[in-house]
């Protein structure tokens, strides 16, 4: 269950829209929360909330309003009789504003009117209108009391606007130090999202070739599965040079028929020689030739 204060909060943030729409650009009056008094009749003396019309709409009325959030917080204010009245006799209208139940038949005070909280978070309910005093000039102490609180709060929200534009520019700036840095350290996001495809990619070659790649040869023999940079770049102009990976292939067997061939006159010519031996030092062949 809500608190007093969350209460009290909900009423006056109702109440504010009551009389002030957020749209509107110009709404024709202000909402003042909590206006003590500015003088001699001490801060004590206090209106929950005001609202001073500008406009003929609006009236041009001083309205002012009690806000209760319970019912022992109503209590206590009919304890102390007369406590609003300073501020009430300044005011064209006086309002008691609070929730259903905390306040019972025949306790509304004479004149004043009553509001609650409807279904609309942009109007209050109206259950009592109260007594409208035409006649009513509020004292130079009541108009000085609400530009003093006027002053403060313009003050306030001033200093609440340079304090979030700085809490802004501090942020920008700080992400901008920290997006510099990861852009000069190789770390930034761009820089992260890159060497993972690249990674990803070798990843993609390695699986595909099912090589290991050498910088260079290692000087130990050539075992399987362990290529150079050189041979895979051998490969990759082949392929491209063939366009397919059928005549690529042929392409790359081709390359060692010529050698074959070679081998093969080197092994007839070597035959040859070796019959030129055989057939030199055969038995007979000096006898034919002397008696030639």
């Given amino acids: 269950m809500a608190g007093d204060r969350a209460i009290t909060q909900d009423l006056m943030a109702r109440l504010e829209r009551h009389y002030i729409k957020p749209s509107e650009p110009m709404p024709g009056g202000i909402f003042l929360p909590e206006v ?38 109503w209590l206590h204010e009919l304890d102390q009789s007369g406590k609003a009245d300073a501020w009430a006799d300044q005011c064209h209208e006086w309002w008691l504003v609070t929730v259903p139940g905390v306040i019972h038949d025949g306790e509304l005070p004479a004149g004043w009117g009553l509001m609650l909280p409807g279904r609309s978070t942009t109007r209050m309910d109206i259950k009592v209108r109260p007594q409208r005093h035409h006649d009513r000039t509020p004292s130079w102490e009541a108009v000085r009391s609400i530009m ?96 397919e990976l059928a005549e690529a292939t042929q392409a790359l067997v081709g390359r060692y028929g010529p050698i074959s061939s070679m081998r093969r006159h080197w092994e007839d010519l070597d035959q040859a020689l070796r019959d030129a031996a055989a057939a030199a030092t055969a038995p007979g062949q000096h006898e034919a030739g002397g008696a030639a």
């Fill in 36 to 73: 003590g008094f500015n003088g001699a009749w001490g801060a004590s003396v206090r209106a929950d909330a005001l609202y001073v019309g500008f406009t003929s709409t609006s009236g041009r009325l001083l309205i002012g309003h009690e806000v209760k959030a319970s019912r022992a917080d």
């Fill in 148 to 243: 003093a609180r006027q002053d403060t709060l313009r003050a306030a929200a001033i200093a609440d606007g340079v304090r979030k534009a700085s809490e802004k520019i501090r942020a920008d700036v700080e992400a901008e130090i920290e997006r510099r840095v990861q852009a000069r350290s190789g770390d930034s996001q761009y820089e992260r999202e890159r060497r993972e495809r690249e990674r990803t990619e070798l990843e993609g070659y390695r699986r595909a070739l099912g090589v290991v790649l050498l910088e260079e040869p290692d000087g130990y023999g050539r075992t399987a599965g362990r290529v150079t940079a050189d041979e895979l770049a051998d490969l990759a102009a082949l392929l491209r040079t063939s366009g």
